[in-house]
Nanobody, 119 residues
């Protein structure tokens, strides 16, 4: 069973940066066989796709709201996915989750990591 564990969230001031990590385990095939994505869910709103990355990291895609500020990356040796978040805004405040897949989330959600952007 695939397990996803997000970490790295916290409280940060507007304009600040955070780096989120996602540790993935339990894949039947190699982790490098799976595209990965980050999602966020603000209070009272639906979960939304933030960023996604192909199996080898050669291609990435971002929600318009984070383009130019967030960078998704992965380490296929360590089975990790990262989200570097720069120039954070209050509207980035949400619980952030990682999942497997490019277009849809294909596995159970982890606990997520809370990001709060506030002065």
């Amino acid at each position: 069973q695939v397990q996803l564990a997000e970490s790295g969230g916290g409280l940060v001031q507007p304009g600040g940066s955070l780096r989120l990590s996602c540790a993935a385990s339990g894949f039947r095939s190699s982790f490098s066989s799976y595209p990965m994505s980050w999602y966020y869910q603000a209070t009272g709103k639906d979960r939304e796709l933030v960023a996604r990355i192909t199996t080898d990291g050669s291609d990435t895609d971002y929600a318009d709201s984070v383009k130019g500020r967030f960078i998704i990356s992965r380490d296929n040796v360590k089975n990790m996915v990262y989200l570097q978040m720069n120039s954070l805004k209050p509207e980035d405040t949400a619980v952030y989750y990682c999942n497997v897949g490019w277009s849809i989330a294909t596995h159970s959600w982890g606990q997520g990591t809370q990001v709060t952007v506030s002065a």
